[in-house]
Each structure stands twice: as structure tokens, then as C-alpha cells.
């Protein structure tokens, strides 16, 4: 990987990267456990957490377990936008590895908040799936194998964005590219 270019990152946006990744993102549960718990939320808070494994290397810092922590912790959200995303009416439970905290259905009323709250927005796409795939094989999530995670992803989000996710009332439009992809990746 050394031999691989990077693009220019300002100084101030790494600086912002770096910064205290676990309180922003004790922060951000903290919003969406009390306020806005929209999957684009989740989308959110994994991108600020990929942000913060990509600083720490272009800044020549060990990936310790922080960073693995970090990048696991980004793959649940990204799992949680898609799984809330695909089906807001079911169990869901989205947990924060890197806070020890988790979103779940025993609290929050995802469907409601999916059909008549802050959910508005576009649903999830084929390019969500791909995201999510991305990150759940670099962060190693997908090989969890007490939680099904690779069947999950084709057996039951990849179906759902196919059809339109017809279980929730965010709309859906994916590329056909992507779409191919989906299901080349999915066998």
C-alpha cells in the first residue's frame, strides 16, 4: 500500500479528522438515540469515522485497536443505514463499538421516524449496498460469521433494493451498474 498516491488532504480538514473521534462520535449516538436517528445519520457517522481511519494513515500512525475499533464501528453504521433503510418496521439493533453504545428498535421507532419523521431523503440504492460491502470486508465485519453478515447482504438487502424496498416508503433508484455489481458480488 505504500506504493499507492494519495490525494491532498488539507492540513486543518486531517487536523478535524483526528480530533477526538470517540467523543464526536459519542456525540452523534447521542443525537440519534435522542433526536434524529435517520439512516443518512448513520451514512454520516460512518463517513466521519472512515475519515478518522484515513487520517491516522496518511498521519504514519499505527492502525492499533482504536483504528480497528474506529473502522468496525464504521461498518455498523453503514449496516445500520442500509438494514434501517430496507426495513424500518423490523428488529434492528446498531451497535457503536467504538462508544459501547448501540441504536436499537427496543428504543427508537425507526419506521416511524423512516415514514413521518426526518427520514426523507432517498432510500437505499445499490450504491449503498456497494458502500457497505466495501467497508464490512476491509473492516472485517463481514466474516463475522455469528451474524450472518455476507448472507444478510445478499440474501436480504441486496433482494429488497432490487425490488424498489418495497418495506419502506423512502424511495429507491439505483444505476444499473450498480445493480450489476450488487449481483456479481452476490454470486
Known sequence: MRDVTRHEVGEERLSQA????TGRTRERWRWMRYDDPAPRKM?????????????????????????????????????????????????????????????????????DVVAYGSGTGQGPSARTWLDTFAVCVVSGLVWDWQRVIGLLLSSDYAPAIRDGVPYSTLPSRSDPADLAAMGALCG
Do not use: K, M, N, Y
Open 18 to 21: 483526528l480530533d477526538d473521534i
Open 43 to 111: 451514512r454520516e457517522t460512518g463517513d466521519e469515522l472512515l475519515d478518522h481511519v484515513a487520517a491516522r494513515t496518511v498521519a504514519g500512525g499505527v492502525l492499533d485497536e482504536t483504528v480497528r475499533t474506529a473502522l468496525r464501528t464504521a461498518a455498523e453504521c453503514f449496516l445500520g443505514e442500509l438494514s434501517v433503510g430496507c426495513f424500518p418496521g423490523g428488529d434492528q439493533e446498531v451497535v457503536l463499538p467504538l462508544i459501547g453504545e448501540q441504536l436499537s428498535s427496543d428504543d427508537i421507532g425507526f419506521g
